[in-house]
């Protein structure tokens, strides 16, 4: 059974930085991609970022050039760097894992409050 485990969530100001962390645990496929979502209240979950683990990446247009996702293959852990923070990324991140073969993943989720 795959666990994910987000941290590093917490208030911060406009323009301020956090960086997120998820640690996966359990059996793993070795081809695999790890993603960002975020929910704020009222609105649909979305993606924030993805990685491959052959290092593909995606980002939503809203966060490129100010969110960076990377991963520690060895470790099973992905992070999200996020500077310049907006008000308007105030939302629960949550970390998902897709193994395909509907092999699908989700964390519990991590509160980001931008606020000043």
């Known amino acids: 059974q795959v666990q994910l485990v987000e941290s590093g969530g917490g208030l911060v100001q406009p323009g301020g930085s956090l960086r997120l962390s998820c640690a996966a645990s359990g059996t793993i496929f070795s081809i695999n991609t790890m993603s960002w979502y975020r929910q704020a209240p009222g609105k649909q979950r979305e993606l924030v970022a993805a990685k491959t683990t052959a290092g593909n990446t995606n980002y939503a247009d809203s966060v490129k050039g100010r969110f960076t996702i990377f991963r520690d293959l060895y470790n099973n852990t992905m992070y999200l760097q996020m500077n310049s923070l907006k008000l308007e990324d105030t939302a629960v991140y949550y970390c998902?894992?897709?193994?395909?073969?509907?092999?699908?993943?989700w964390g519990q989720g991590t509160q980001v409050t931008v606020s000043s």
């Open positions: 998902n894992l897709d193994e395909g073969w509907d092999l699908n993943y």
